[in-house]
T-cell receptor
Framework: GAVVSQHPSRVICKSGTSVKIECRSL??????MFWYRQFPKQSLMLMAT?????????EQGVEKDKFLINHASLTLSTLTVTSAHPEDSSFYIC?????????????????FGPGTRLTVL | EDKVVQSPLSLVVHEGDTVTLNCSYE??????LLWYKQEKKAPTFLFML????IEKKSGRLSSILDKKELSSILNITATQTGDSAIYLC???????????FGKGITLSVRP
């Protein structure tokens, strides 16, 4: 149980295009999902907290108009990188919490998706 | 500001060695501490600790929390090359809350 998937796993795009990344909780519902970015040899950096049915909460320094987050259902959150530039190239990872409501192992444990490697040319 | 510090930042050992990875924290609210292993992809969950002094064990890995010292250790016995990874420690301040991560410890196990 507590499986989180991401799609696509890898994407290469041209500068100026937009890229959408999907994060799904496969066997539980998640009112909250988290989006992270990780540059090579660095730790995870939280970008935003995605809340089902309401606006995402962005961390300081993260442009909300550039990184659009939509949490349309209890099993799906999407991150759209708009007008991508080479400096947006990174490893994007989402996580979700099974929560007690879903009967998951623990409401505290966050499970990570496999990540999406974005390369902007 | 909440802070999680891991040490050492990296270490190299030989197969069969035992390693101890450290995590200390200074946070406003504490609910649990989590350990993750990250290889080439996203982190995979290892342990969640909430109570002081109770060891969690999974095979050759074990972890324990010391709330008085605001720290946790992750032990790996009889290390194998497959244990080579980055080990991340994170503190959860509350249910459905964002985690505060340490920078991670890079472990390299040589044959």
């Amino acid at each position: 149980g507590a499986v989180v998937s991401q799609h696509p796993s890898r994407v290469i795009c041209k500068s100026g295009t937009s890229v959408k990344i999907e994060c799904r909780s496969l066997d539980f519902q998640a009112t909250t999902m988290f989006w992270y970015r990780q540059f090579p040899k660095q730790s995870l950096m939280l970008m935003a907290t995605s809340n089902e049915g309401s606006k995402a909460t962005y961390e300081q320094g993260v442009e909300k108009d550039k990184f659009l987050i939509n949490h349309a259902s209890l099993t799906l959150s999407t991150l759209t990188v708009t007008s991508a530039h080479p400096e947006d190239s990174s490893f994007y990872i989402c996580s979700a919490n099974p929560g007690r409501i879903a009967g998951g192992p623990s409401e505290d444990t966050q499970y990570f998706g496999p990540g999406t490697r974005l390369t902007v040319l | 500001e909440d802070k999680v510090v891991q040490s050492p930042l990296s270490l190299v050992v030989h197969e069969g060695d035992t390693v101890t990875l450290n995590c200390s924290y200074e946070v406003t609210n504490f609910r649990s501490l989590l350990w993750y292993k990250q290889e080439k992809k996203a982190p995979t969950f290892l342990f969640m600790l909430t109570s002081s002094g109770i060891e969690k064990k999974s095979g050759r890995l074990s972890s324990i929390l010391d709330k008085k010292e605001l720290s946790s250790i992750l032990n790996i016995t009889a290390t194998q090359t497959g244990d080579s990874a980055i080990y991340l420690c994170a503190v959860n301040p509350g249910a459905n809350s964002k985690l505060t991560f340490g920078k991670g410890i890079t472990l390299s196990v040589r044959p």
